[in-house]
């Protein structure tokens, strides 16, 4: 497709559960990033991702929290034994990687509920 | 910390124009200023974003004051469509590729 796609659009997990959330990147995008959204806040940053190398993780709340880009291409954010407070919408971020002067464009989210 | 201030709310009529203004009074002289909207149930979208002259697309308009203390967003023609959650963002030249966003603005059109 044209835009950044992520999977799945709704997860609900039982509280201890691991999840796992994929992004989809725009073709021959180098930048990944992944913020977490809570109801009715901005966005806040997880995790940077240029190419496969992981360059910036100071936004993953817990270790519970882990990222991969391993081919440089497709993401996956895991959470392990998940939490209510872990229950937000997950974004997926990506640009060409080409300096400040790009935009960023977005997935639509996953909305992790955890029960 | 955060690096802008921007009202909660406002409404507007449609078919005016929607005047959405910032604050960034600590901003250096590397960092740009970015608008973002998000409307409801989606991922934020990119509307514009300059240094320090006034840039146009066929979304908005951006004006910025002399001194970069501030900034207006201006919707021309406001639709019902254009109702979201407006960002103003501030961001380095180099070095932080991050978006730090804020709370926003919540923007409601009106018939």
């Known amino acids: 497709g044209a835009g950044v796609s992520q999977s799945p659009r709704y997860k609900v997990a039982k509280r201890g559960q691991d999840v796992a959330l994929r992004c989809d990147p725009i073709?021959?995008?180098?930048?990944l990033f992944w913020y977490q959204q809570a109801l009715g806040q901005g966005p806040e940053f997880l995790t940077y991702?240029?190419?496969?190398?992981?360059?910036?993780k100071s936004g993953l709340p817990s270790d519970r929290f882990f990222a991969e880009r391993p081919e440089g291409s497709v993401s996956t954010l895991k959470i392990q034994r998940t939490q209510q407070e872990d229950s937000a919408v997950y974004l997926c971020?990506?640009?060409?990687?080409?300096?400040?002067?790009?935009?960023?464009?977005f997935g639509q989210g996953t909305r992790l509920t955890v029960v | 910390d955060a690096k802008t201030t921007q009202p909660p709310s406002m409404d507007c009529a449609e078919g005016r124009a929607a005047n959405l203004p910032c604050n960034h009074s600590?901003?250096?002289?590397?960092?740009?200023v970015y608008w973002y909207r998000q409307i409801h149930s989606q991922g934020p979208q990119y509307i514009i974003h300059?240094?320090?002259n006034n840039e146009t697309n066929e979304m908005a308009s951006l004006i910025i004051t002399e001194d970069r203390k501030s900034s207006t967003l201006i919707l021309p023609h406001a639709t019902l469509r254009d109702t979201a959650v407006y960002y103003c963002?501030?961001?380095?030249?180099?070095?932080?590729?991050?978006?730090?966003f804020g709370a926003g603005t919540t923007v409601t059109v009106r018939a």
């Open positions: 971020a990506t640009d060409t990687g080409r300096g400040l002067n790009t935009e960023a464009f």
């Open positions: 073709s021959g995008h180098v930048s």
């Open positions: 991702f240029q190419n496969e190398a992981q360059l910036d």
């Open positions: 600590t901003i250096s002289g590397n960092e740009y």
């Open positions: 300059g240094l320090k």
């Open positions: 963002i501030v961001r380095p030249y180099k070095g932080d590729y991050k978006l730090s």
